[in-house]
């Protein structure tokens, strides 16, 4: 994809000492565009409220809320499935120079996961943020990866039976009895 979906460019340079508050409301061709690019059905209503301001002498946070309505479909029935995201985060950047050098890894051959811990800064890698895209991202990880219209059930709708018998595994175990024998 050449060209984003959804772009709010924002110079980080109007920012001075205080925070601001930015809009986004998503035209009905970005819209479509990101519903094309996520795989939905619909999306019917994308829009958010950003503040950005100033963060740790050189850096930049991205603090907002996000609301969307979308319709996916269904992962066992292909029915629509529709979604509200009312969807709160916050990001932030710091130039790549000012980032901590802390060790990411244990005798270089694991990686540590600190899962109470807030995500390390993003790269700020010039004085201009897209805010379109940070929603646009947002409203990636907010989707279901895995919808299902109400009642569906992947058993039923294949005919699976519920004999264990039936089994692939049953199968490979009763090739493996007629080998010993």
Do not use: N
């Amino acid at each position: 994809m050449d060209a984003l979906p959804l772009s709010r460019p924002f110079d980080t340079r109007r920012l001075g000492d205080s925070a601001l508050s930015e809009r986004i409301d998503a035209t009905g061709e970005e819209r479509a565009a990101l519903a094309k690019a996520y795989d939905l059905l619909a999306l019917d209503r994308l829009d958010a409220e950003l503040t950005v301001a100033p963060w740790q002498r050189v850096g930049i946070k991205v603090s907002g809320r996000l609301i969307a309505d979308l319709v996916q479909a269904c992962v066992v029935t292909l029915e629509p499935v529709p979604q509200h995201l009312d969807h709160a985060f916050e990001l932030a950047f710091l130039p790549p120079q000012d980032k901590a050098a802390d060790p990411k890894t244990v005798a270089e051959a694991e990686v540590i996961v600190a899962f109470d811990e807030d995500d390390p800064p993003d790269p700020l890698t010039g004085p201009v943020i897209d805010l379109g895209a940070i929603v646009a991202e947002q409203l990636a990880l907010g989707i279901d990866p895995y919808p299902r219209a109400p009642g569906a059930d992947l058993a039923a709708e294949i005919g699976e039976a519920s004999d264990p018998s039936a089994s692939p595994f049953a199968a490979l175990a009763g090739l493996r009895r007629d080998a010993k024998d």
